[in-house]
């Protein structure tokens, strides 16, 4: 059986030509780094083993699971071009490839791409020809190593420990290939306008049509609602009025799904793609965030999108609805999604299921000093901003959490003037701020989740870890003389000031709680002996009851959704499995404030 055979676009589907490259390949591992200068990589007997795309070799379900580090690995199959498929262009995509991936079809370089979380295409056209069949192979490179490259929670020795969990190289998300009209549609991206009861288009094409026509039909629920045809123009708005428009909401997933057909001057069909949207608004008024000009609590909870068999990668398409509906079980709305670019899938479940989220970079390990990782970050955060900046269930992008890490010389960045007060620090978070707003300008910018915030952040978030309810209130409302004025973090000599914003508690609580015997062991924060689900869910309703009814918090995310290795302090287990019933949470989490709609 195929792997993960969905077609992995939601938004942008053409799946009437297309091919799912998941499953075996050949493979090799380059443990000294010389197969491309030796040629090695041209043999067929340096290719020993075989993997199952699109699963990292460090896990169980890629076949190999050899947990090393591996800086470079070669994959190889062949790749036969369906005959019909002649006179279009030929697209060959990758979901993602950790880190930089160099592109081969029958030994010519066609590609090269830099980026462990960023989806990307090749266009193999001139390489390849229908009705024949090819060798193509990728050269996957990553130097965890080297804070050059976002990792995330990717250990950086060999074994997991603490926050830092197993790590994943080379294909870790689907690939396929797909015709493309010569003039074809390329991307399109769509933004919603509540107000006025809009819908905007944005369409590019892979080359300027000409005398083709874009017609854009609308349909609610199977029932076309509104349909207009413009020229093609690539790059050029179209906008489109509603009648009675539904709005998307956690409570209510409207979606409308939209067909994009492109006519040539005969009005005949030249391309086709599918794509969804929900018209739906997040901003921040003072210090509440607002989902459709109604003030909304977020009760979030942090997602790190591990799995025991898959890594980074989920088994299969069940697994990331799975654990949207594990969460909405206990009463969370939405999902801090951590250290971690996610499956686009994924936003495709929330999109359905009305979940909110904000999208994070796998940031840490990356050493911002050196012009490399700056050039590295920005533009690998860039292309994951425009590959999902029409998803409606992502509210707030989060290019960097706690602005710290280890630098390459060990040490603690923070030691080398990584403060707020730093220049170029804050001309390097100023900069991914500008890239992401230029993308989106819709959407709250959360410039870095909890301490290192640059000067007056749209959102003030804080990480709080402590066991009682009592200390919590402490750090929230530390001064005592003045207990309205709230609290701040300190990390060397960087003071983040309060300026009105929303105060948002990002990650807290993470009680370790393991009820059945496990092989690892576990921590969690706060060094609690929970032993009963009861003793667990009050230490979670201490802390959750103090927050919302704090009239200064706009909301918090509760740390962490499952189990990861070594840190067991989920609300569910590694696993998947239930530790407390889920009424019991729900009973907590689902609670809001009385000024929240939502």
């Known amino acids: 059986m195929q792997p993960k055979p969905e077609y992995p676009r939601m938004q942008f589907r053409r799946t009437q030509s297309w091919e799912n490259l998941n499953g075996e390949w050949d493979f090799a591992f380059d443990y000294n780094r010389s197969a491309i200068s030796s040629e090695k990589w041209k043999k067929d007997d340096f290719y020993d083993k075989k993997i199952i795309v699109p699963f990292a070799p460090e896990t169980k ?3 190999i699971e050899d947990v090393d580090f591996h800086e470079s690995v070669f994959y190889r199959r062949k790749l036969k071009i369906p005959v019909e498929w002649e006179g279009q262009r030929i697209i060959l995509h990758f979901g993602a490839v950790d880190y930089g991936a160099h592109i081969y079809i029958d030994e010519r370089k066609a590609f090269d791409h830099r980026g462990g979380s960023s989806s990307f295409e090749v266009d193999i056209t001139k390489f390849v020809t229908p009705g024949n069949t090819h060798s193509l192979v990728l050269h996957a490179e990553d130097f965890l190593r080297s804070a050059t490259q976002g990792n995330g929670k990717q250990s950086k020795i060999y074994h997991s420990q603490m926050c830092a969990y197993s790590r994943t ?38 080359s300027q049509p000409i005398n083709k026509k874009l017609e854009i039909i609308i349909k609610g629920e199977g029932v076309e609602v509104a ?135 796998n940031s840490f390990g990356a050493d911002w ?16 901003v425009e590959r999902d900046v029409s998803h409606p269930s992502i509210v707030m992008w989060t290019p960097l959490n706690e602005s710290q890490g280890i630098g390459s010389d060990g040490c603690d960045l923070s030691s080398f003037g990584h403060e707020r007060n730093s220049i170029p620090y804050k001309d390097f978070v100023n900069q991914l701020g500008a890239i992401t707003k230029a993308i989106d300008p819709t959407r709250p910018w ?35 003389e003045e207990p309205e004025k709230l609290g701040v973090q ?18 807290w609580g993470g009680f370790g709680f393991i009820p059945k015997a496990n092989k690892l062991e576990g921590w969690g924060y706060g060094d609690l002996d929970i032993k009963t689900p009861e003793e667990f869910a009050k230490y979670i309703e201490e802390q959750a009851e103090l927050m919302r009814l704090d009239e200064c918090i706009a909301g918090h995310c509760y740390t962490q959704l499952t189990d990861v290795e070594q840190e067991q302090n989920g609300i569910y287990t590694y696993e998947r499995e239930e530790k407390v019933p889920p009424e019991m949470l729900r ?12």
């Open 61 to 63: 379900l890629s076949g």
């Open 446 to 480: 959360h410039d870095a989740s909890g301490y290192l915030h640059i000067d007056n952040p749209e959102i003030l978030s804080v990480h709080y870890y402590v066991p009682s309810a009592e200390q919590l209130k402490d750090m929230i409302h530390p001064n005592k």
């Open 227 to 361: 349909k207009q045809t413009v020229i093609c123009a690539s790059g050029a708005t179209t906008t489109i009025k509603l009648s009675n428009p539904r709005l998307w909401s956690t409570i209510d997933p409207y979606l409308y799904d939209i067909e994009l057909r492109m006519l040539d001057d005969s009005f005949e069909q030249y391309d086709y793609v599918e794509t969804y949207i929900g018209l739906r608004k997040f901003d921040i008024r003072g210090n509440r965030f607002y989902l459709n000009n109604k003030p909304i609590y977020l009760r979030w909870v942090l997602d790190q999108g591990f799995y025991p068999d898959g890594g980074w990668t989920s088994p299969n398409d069940d697994a990331l609805r799975y654990d949207i509906e594990m969460s909405q079980a206990v009463g969370f709305n939405g999902a801090r999604l951590h250290q971690k670019v996610f499956e686009e899938r994924f936003h495709y479940w929330a999109d359905k299921l009305g979940y909110i989220t904000s999208a994070e970079y």
């Open 169 to 206: 190289t080379g294909i870790w998300q689907t690939v396929w290939i797909e015709a493309v009209p010569i003039e074809g549609l390329k991307n399109c991206k769509l933004t919603t306008d509540i107000d006025n009861g809009t819908i905007s288009l944005v369409p590019t094409y892979y």
């Open 490 to 507: 300190y990390t060397r000599s960087c003071k983040i000031e309060y300026n009105g914003q929303p105060y948002f508690v990002d990650e």
């Open 587 to 598: 009973a907590i989490f689902s609670k809001k404030p009385d000024w929240s709609e939502y």
């Open 369 to 384: 000093r050196m012009f490399e990782t700056k050039y590295n970050l920005l533009t690998d955060w860039r292309a994951c």
